[in-house]
């Protein structure tokens, strides 16, 4: 490996530990500050936080992949992300932000689920709990698959040896730094992946010789690459449900821990706005530059004759061919940014999941402040090393990973979250009736020996689609049958919109 790229790489480690270690030593210690920041997070930290820990490894490898296979036509994910990103930031973002602090101060989802229908069984964050532990070691996985890829393809090393080494790392700012240095490496992070997803296709465009010409070679690689309606891995049209499906990963965002967590930390909710307006302007672009890697990527490969066996390693396969030493080993940073801070936002929320909503709540309510946030440390020691596990398994996509964790935080959550936030009378056994409802759907989409015409249920649409729905439905049936009585939490719903009112005077 040459020296830039080491020099490149070793400085951006550097970083990421240095910032641990700042946020070690400046935060409180208490669970609130170790899990949520003090809920003193600004909008630009909140906005590149979320986005960069959203986006993960799959942004420069696993969707680069795609539209290296199947062209224009895999643009209708970004355009479901888009539109699912901006709702939410318009419909979770200001509601949860007051609602968990009007709710006894949550500073998980499951405390928020169980303070919201004042559910004194406790069964509630149980489940949920259980859901994020289960579905964020799958999600963490894949980001370690990423790395694992990212080691074995650029420098040589084992795909095992990729895993420890951007598990170490990871595991080492977020175990110490706690939430705050996972926003603030998220928010670096960020500007790094942006930096690099407009360089990369920017230099292609420029060996290809302009944007015609660009053009030209695309169709000349796939002549159905910038059909929109027809998928050219395949030749075939896309049906009105395959566009669905796709656009469909838009469903997800009302249910992603990693990612609503940040609504819940931000400083205020006058922030939101300011938040949602540089978020989505950094999505936008990093979308469309991700698109570009893959599509003019493609090209390039192939007029040059060049050989590439994994098209989700395209980034890294132009990154080494297109630039110097010490640029492609920022742009491997950028790859490693992007699986980083993922990684390290899901191992937070889980870790928060099993310290604070299953050890405090059911097996030590006398632990101090303290006492929780080494159970929380354990906990992303015991993660990591269950994803490192899995992780071993690389048989599977990238893409593939991610869809499934995604569909289940989705189908289990966002369906809850959203009528949490608008219904006053919803119960607690509908909350309960939609989370196990949307988050089995999923399962049985993806596991269950049922094929149609010979295909998977997954091959037909994509399977968050029929969870969001089932979930919803039952939500809506057992509330209609059993609504909620409780005084106390139909007296806090009218307090949190009194707060809201206030609060965006």
Request: aromatic share 10%.
């Amino acid at each position: 490996m040459a020296f830039g790229t080491l020099f490149s790489l070793g400085l951006y480690f550097i970083v990421m530990l240095a910032i641990g270690l700042w946020s070690y030593r400046n935060n409180e210690v208490s669970v609130e500050g170790y899990m949520l920041g003090g809920r003193q997070l600004s909008p630009s930290v909140t906005a590149l936080s979320a986005g960069a820990s959203d986006m993960s490894g799959w942004m420069l490898m696993g969707l680069p992949g795609a539209m290296y296979i199947s062209g224009v036509s895999a643009g209708w994910i970004a355009v479901g992300l888009i539109i699912g990103a901006f709702l939410n930031y318009i419909l979770v973002a200001p509601r949860l932000r007051v609602y968990t602090e009007v709710a006894n101060n949550s500073i998980t989802l499951p405390d928020y689920f169980e303070n919201r229908f004042n559910d004194t069984s406790r069964l509630l964050r149980m489940i949920a709990a259980i859901v994020i532990v289960i579905f964020f070691t799958l999600y963490t996985s894949s980001g370690l698959v990423a790395g694992g890829k990212l080691f074995e393809t650029s420098f040589g090393y084992s795909y095992e040896l990729g895993l420890i080494i951007t598990a170490g790392v990871v595991v080492a700012y977020t175990l110490f730094g706690g939430f705050m240095a996972v926003s603030l490496t998220d928010f670096v992070q960020g500007c790094i992946m942006f930096i690099a997803l407009i360089m990369v296709p920017t230099v292609v465009i420029f060996e290809l010789g302009g944007i015609n010409q660009s053009l030209d070679a695309v169709v000349s690689h796939s002549p159905d690459a910038l059909a929109i309606f027809v998928d050219a891995a395949n030749g075939q049209s896309l049906t009105f449900i395959g566009i669905v499906s796709l656009m469909s990963w838009g469903l997800g965002y009302f249910g992603q821990p990693h990612i609503i967590v940040r609504f819940m930390a931000i400083r205020s909710i006058k922030d939101v706005p300011v938040a949602r307006r540089i978020g989505m302007s950094w999505m936008i672009v990093s979308l469309i530059g991700s698109l570009g890697t893959g599509l003019l990527g493609a090209a390039l490969v192939s007029e040059q004759g060049l050989p590439l066996d994994d098209p989700e390693t395209v980034f890294i396969f132009l990154s080494q061919l297109l630039f110097n030493p010490l640029i492609g080993g920022f742009l491997l940073a950028a790859i490693l940014a992007a699986i980083m801070s993922t990684i390290s936002s899901q191992l937070l929320v889980t870790s928060s999941s099993l310290a604070n909503d299953l050890y405090f709540s059911f097996f030590n309510r006398t632990a101090s402040q303290q006492h929780l946030v080494v159970a929380g440390r354990l906990a992303v020691v015991l993660v990591a090393v269950v994803a490192i596990g899995l992780a071993m398994d690389r048989t599977s996509t990238i893409l593939s990973l991610v869809s499934n964790a995604w569909a289940g935080f989705g189908a289990a959550f966002g369906p809850l979250i959203l009528f949490s936030l608008f219904s006053i009378n919803m119960s607690r056994n509908a909350a309960i009736a939609g989370m196990v409802s949307g988050c089995s759907t999923v399962l049985i989409w993806i596991y269950a020996p049922i094929t149609i015409n010979g295909l998977s249920l997954s091959s037909h649409i994509y399977e968050i689609v029929p969870g969001f729905l089932v979930a919803s439905l039952m939500i809506l049936v057992v509330n209609t049958l059993s609504p909620c009585k409780d005084q106390d939490v139909i007296d806090t719903f009218r307090r949190f919109t009194r707060k809201m009112a206030d609060d965006l005077k």
